[in-house]
């Protein structure tokens, strides 16, 4: 018998997680053949042939139950995804054996023994399925269902993304072909692709493939793991009452884009999963050698970044995983994870410098956010020495041209000890490699007690965000650090071997106006992504040169926004503010004037049944902020498809090449200076430009209101 095109298809059948009989199988499996091809199948062969690939051959599954959420009327569900050789048999595995280890696995059993139905399971085959392909897919679907909406609760404690094997080519085409398969059956669980690939979870989700440095730096870090983990109890106790220990800080480096999220999300996930928070009992198909067999006892690992869009984000992928049962467990900001570690006065406060307690592994995203000076919530000096003084190793992602605060800059002179310059990072460390450990004495330049650390150095160089040629991604970083804006190269994408192109070219266009500009990209918000390389989540942003306060309404607007405001004056050039506030509706705008409120300002018009599933979603992610402008607070650390820069007058271009003007901006965080350390602004309002210019994936479209910056760009780029 020849294969045809329906025995090459995905095959789907849906069935009670209580009935595992090979009759149930059966009758499931006739009951979806003639749903997914439309007619009753008069073929013994062909139906033997796809039964044998349901129940004797490699399949792929996803458990799941759902419930509907009293207040938002939606369906929400609790799923486990799984990989097996013999589906029969996994079922009864987990739902005998498994089910008298773990807590998970004995509440779906005791659920099934009173109902079949409370629990039921998809079944996933394909005559292409072999370890890798099915390893492989188990990974994505993971991936997607922890940056689905509707799904609460996913679990299995482990990454499975594969590298190269005989059929890897094929995945994609066929991953895509079993999740439209899927979402037919329930989109509520399986939503469409374009909506899950938009998702911030999504971005930073732990089962993302990681790349080879990014890999062999994940290696070398557990490396150094590994003897922590082999350490007593005693060891512990005895660190957290020696004056002399040595805490170990891994410094993870790259540009923006460069994959240090994804890393850092992976590895938190593996060290949580395998020597932490999960404990060390797994199912057959969840082995972890490398180090769950040498842990004594759980090692307690926590994620730390200021940033609360992230915090939200790491805290909703965190508890959706099990990895804590509420937000804030494990996954907290510096100040509230050095609060919880410190003695407390008599408020009940934690005292910076009085620590209590010690954390094992301490992840921290976003290092160059820490402050590096106190401010109202926080009466310390460096978050990063506090930290220290709380856990036995550290792992922080750092990039120097993220800084956008005077309150984070640090004292140049650390930076070259830290070998946080990009200079010595550049020397020191090689791709994906772990450099070798430092001692480095810390706390004397802050009039504080001094500890030695030991640190290292991973550096990450790889482009990950922007789809883009390497000339591209080279011109996009001179503009973007202000060293200059020369011709643009031409990017005409990537073709495949066959002729098919892989990649669009990456698009960067100078419009005339602003008006035009965000018409473009409210246009390419609309679109729907077409495989990996769609519009889809496209976003305004803007330099932060219009006034903005949380704590006032603006008296001038009669909605109270604070905005960005532009009009065009009889000369036809854009200027600042508005021509004429009289009878002008400051929610549109018109071909002379310019006027959308900055973020969070904007009521969510959605249904209140939707509003409570909105208030998980990150800035970008919620529909209504396509009518207001993100600003660095809202965007650093986040990803679009197509970002919409308007460049402010604190963006000059003079005499061939770019100026920075302080007194232009309006964020004071940034223009204010140290006592201590003094001016940073220029410094500050350049890394601000760096972040703002590489949020967009497929594109980078561009207005400025120095008129010799956006002509410069006119004379470089496509102008439209």
Known sequence: MTMNSESLAPFVINLPYGQYSREAFEKAFDESLEKQMGRSVNDSDLEHFMLRYVLAYPTVYVVYSGKTNRYSMKNEYTVYVGETNDIRHRTFQHLERDAKEREDWKAVADAVSRNDDAYRQYVISHPKFNKSLTLDVEN??????????????????????????????????????????????????????????????????????????????????????????????????????????????????????????????????????????????????????????TANGRLSSYILVNHKEQVHVYNQIATKLGLQKESGEVVMLPSQFINRFSLRNEHGRGIPDQPQGLADIVLIDEAHLLMTQGNQGYSGKNHLYDILRRARVVIAVFDHNQIMQSSQQWDPAMLEKLQLDSDSTQIACATGKIGAFKAVDLGAEYHLPSISVDIAHVHLKKQFRIAASKSMIQWIDRFASGKGIGPMPVDTGEYAADGEMIREPYDVKVFDSPVDLFNAIHAKAQLKPDGWDGAGLSRLLATYDWKYSAKSENQNDPHGFWNVELHRDTSGVWRMGLADDHGFDHSAISSDQFCKPWNYQLEDSAPKSRKGIDKELSWAEKPYTIDEIGSIFTIQGFDLNYAGVIIGPSVTYRNGGIVFDAKASQNYLATNKRKDLGDFAEENLKHELNVLLKRGVHGLYLFAVDEGLQQRLKECCIHW
């Open 140 to 293: 994505r679907l993971m991936h997607y269902m922890s940056s689905t909406d509707s799904v609460k609760r996913l679990n299995n404690r482990r990454t499975n993304a594969q590298g190269d094997y005989y059929t890897a080519d094929q995945f994609d085409r066929i991953f895509s072909q079993i999740w439209l398969r899927l979402h037919k059956e329930d989109s509520d669980l399986f939503p469409a692709e374009e909506i899950i690939r938009d998702s911030a979870l999504f971005k930073a989700s732990p089962f993302h493939k990681l790349s080879d440095s990014q890999l062999e730096a994940e290696e070398s870090i557990l490396v150094q793991l590994a003897a922590l983990v082999a350490d007593s109890r005693q060891q512990k106790k005895a660190d957290e009452q020696s004056s002399d220990r040595h805490p170990k800080l891994i410094f993870v480096q790259g540009a923006a884009g460069t994959g240090k999220t994804v890393l850092l999300s992976h590895l938190f996930y593996r060290i949580a999963a395998e020597i932490g928070i999960q404990g060390d009992t797994y199912s057959e198909d969840e082995d972890y050698p490398e180090l769950s067999q």
